[in-house]
Structure formats: structure tokens, C-alpha cells
């Protein structure tokens, strides 16, 4: 049975958001030494990437509190037995073409996601578009979350603790200090946020970082190339979309999940619930009386991804249940529906140019390339 907190794993596939972990940056006199990083096909100096994610704080909207680089556990290790081919779609009438690439927005350091076919492709086009550039969110996710902290600040603000059955209050200060995020500020937050905030951290502890995702790579690139970069949607009114989900409900399922989960494991919680993983533990082990431990890959989802294999993201993802269904309403039918729009009315304008959005709006019955068809538009996979 999949849990509230399950649905904000997976971010990385759908949003690109304020909160996804940036490097914090070191103080030590060799922390812009000349080491490589690999971004999938290519390389950049560790100097530079210092730099731009440096710059991209500065420019930031205020930020939630998240834990220094030394204070993480060492990333998960990972292997990658094949060579990516991530799925592209190309939408194009008589002079225009739209090539769509599903992203995630945060990865591991190494990890590899470019063929050589997209990256001809990041060669020929004109113009690369996000879901909100850097440049473009800026001012509008000041204003959001300058206003978000001072909601969290003020000294009369309830916190989600106190609105929890008493025996799952205790559970709920534990995902804080589990995540590494101070109990004040994790229980004064909006319940989505908190648990958005918890998703991203758990992802952060497994190794993906903010400046190894897709976008982060190129936009970086496209700006060294002197070619624009544009914006699909508002991210100030996505983040407002999900702030005005009825809270009350939020909280009522997070209620019953943390009912439902035994305190103990994590990654049960954020992956679908304690009864699975249990039954998981029990079935693969020769003696039930001493289950042994399940290896879970934390970043399957990624390799399918990289693999080019597609998933069915479906509202069953978000927990099968009203509150879910409403998250999912949020994050892509709505969205899903407002970018068709969007790319149907880009096709006036001749160009080429490159769609870099997360991953998950390409999957699935309500995926972007089913609102095309409504439209009467055909998005053809390359390959």
C-alpha cells in the first residue's frame, strides 16, 4: 500500500523545486580542487560546478535549512552495465520541432544519462526550455518563500505534532531527525512542504544532489553557449497549486500511515509502506523466524529511466485514495494538460528547441503525449 509520504519520492521524476538539495559549500582551502565530475557523456572542472551552484544560491529565493555535505552518510553506491538511451520525443510541423525529453531533477555524481543521439540534439537546437528556469523563478519564489517564512516563524503557529494522535507524534519528530532537518522548523511548516522537504533529503542521503540533475547540466551548458533558455510554466504557481490542497485531509492520511508504520524503518515509510516491506523481508528469506534484510535498489527508478524504459505512473502511485488522487491532479494532469497547450502554440513559432521536463509527465495514461493526441498532435519516440 503505498503512504502519503511515498508520493514525494517522487519529485525527482516530476518537479523541479526550490528545496532540491544544493551543495553546501565547503571551507576547506582545497574545495575547488581540479577533479572531474562525469555528467553522463561529458566532464566539467569541480571548480566550475562550485561556481555555478554558488551562483545559483546567490540568486536564490530564501531557503529551507538542510544539512551540510559532511554531515550526510556516504551515496549509495551504484552500477551502470549498459549505455543510456533515455527516451526523446519529437513534435514538429513544417518549420518547427520540439524535441521532448523526460529529466530528473536531482541524481548522484556520475551518473549516466546522455547518448550520443541526444546529444546531438543539444547541439542542434536553438533554445533549451525548463519546467522554471533560474532565472525565471527567482523573483516570483522570493516572494513565495519569503512569505512562507514568515508564516513559519510567527509565534502562534500550530504545529503538525499537535494535530496528531499522541502516539504519533513521537513517529512524526523522528522523520525529522531521520532526514536531518531541525523538529521546530519541520513541524511548523505546511504538512506538504514537511513532507516534500522529507522526500528530497531522503534522496539527498542516498547521494542524488541538485547540481547532477539533467536541468542544473544544461542549463549550465546552454548558457556557456550563448543560447536562451525559456520556461514552460510558473513554478511560484505550482508550489501555490499544492499549498492549496485542504491540509486537514493531508493530515488525516499522514494520521493513518504513521498508524500503519512501526517507527523503525524509513525507507518503508517513503517507499510504500511497512506491510510491504515486511512481506518483501519474510518471503525472501529460509527461515521467517530470521528474515533477512531486502536489498532495494534506491535508484531503479533512474536506471529504468536511463534505460529508457518507461513506467506507468498512475494516481495509484500517490496512494489510491482521495488525498492522492488530488496531489496527482496537481502535479501532472493539470500540468500535463496546461504544457500541451503550451507546446501546440509553440509550433507557430519556427525554431528547434529542446523540452527538458521531469520525467514522469512523459509516462502513463495522463502523460503529455496522451493530452497531444487530444489535440490532435502525434509526439513520435525517436527510438
Known amino acids: 500500500m503505498k503512504t502519503l509520504a511515498s508520493c514525494f519520492a517522487l519529485f525527482a521524476a516530476l518537479v523541479a523545486t526550490p528545496l532540491a538539495a544544493q551543495e553546501t559549500p565547503c571551507d576547506q582551502p582545497d574545495c575547488t580542487n581540479k577533479r572531474t565530475v562525469s555528467a553522463g557523456n561529458t566532464t566539467a572542472s569541480h571548480k566550475q560546478k562550485v561556481k555555478t551552484v554558488e551562483a545559483r544560491r546567490e540568486n536564490a529565493p530564501p531557503s529551507l535549512p538542510s544539512r551540510r555535505r559532511a554531515d550526510l552518510p556516504e551515496p549509495v553506491p551504484f552500477t551502470q552495465d549498459y549505455e543510456p538511451t533515455p527516451a526523446i520525443w519529437k513534435l514538429s510541423d513544417e518549420d518547427t520541432t520540439i524535441y521532448m525529453f523526460g529529466t530528473f531533477h536531482i541524481l548522484p555524481e556520475g551518473f549516466r544519462w546522455r547518448s550520443d543521439e541526444f546529444n546531438a540534439i543539444v547541439e542542434e537546437v536553438d533554445e533549451l526550455v525548463v519546467e522554471t528556469s533560474d532565472d525565471d523563478s527567482a523573483e516570483d519564489l522570493g516572494r513565495f518563500m519569503a512569505a512562507l517564512m514568515s508564516e513559519v516563524m510567527r509565534k502562534d503557529r500550530v504545529t503538525i505534532s499537535s494535530r496528531l494522535s499522541p502516539g504519533n507524534r513521537e513517529k512524526w519528530l523522528g522523520i525529522a531527525d531521520e532526514v536531518g532537518m531541525p523538529r521546530s522548523f519541520f513541524d511548523r511548516m505546511p504538512l506538504l512542504l514537511s513532507m516534500l522537504s522529507a522526500g528530497l533529503a531522503m534522496s539527498e542521503q542516498y547521494g542524488s544532489r541538485g547540481e547532477y540533475g539533467v536541468e542544473t547540466v544544461l542549463e549550465a551548458e546552454f548558457k556557456a553557449a550563448g543560447k536562451p533558455i ?152 525517436l527510438h
Open 230 to 381: 525559456g520556461s514552460i510554466e510558473d513554478s511560484g504557481e505550482v508550489m501555490r497549486a499544492l499549498m492549496a490542497i485542504d491540509e486537514d485531509r493531508l493530515l488525516a492520511q499522514l494520521d493513518a500511515d504513521l498508524t500503519d508504520w512501526n517507527g523503525e524503518n524509513i525507507d518503508a515509510l517513503f517507499s510504500g509502506g511497512q506491510n510491504e516491506q515486511n512481506e518483501a523481508t519474510n518471503s525472501s528469506s529460509s527461515d521467517p523466524e530470521n528474515p533477512s534484510p531486502v536489498e532495494v535498489d534506491v535508484f531503479a527508478t533512474e536506471h529504468l529511466w536511463a534505460k529508457g524504459e518507461l513506467d506507468e505512473m498512475s494516481a495509484e502511485d500517490f496512494g489510491g485514495n482521495a488525498v492522492g488522487d488530488e496531489i496527482y491532479k496537481v502535479l501532472l494532469i493539470d500540468r500535463n494538460r496546461a504544457w500541451a497547450e503550451w507546446l501546440e502554440n509553440r509550433l507557430e513559432q519556427p525554431g528547434t528547441i529542446l523540452l527538458a521536463v521531469g520525467a514522469g509527465h512523459f509516462e502513463g495514461k495522463d502523460s503529455v503525449q496522451i493530452m497531444l493526441t487530444e489535440r490532435g498532435l502525434t509526439a513520435e519516440r
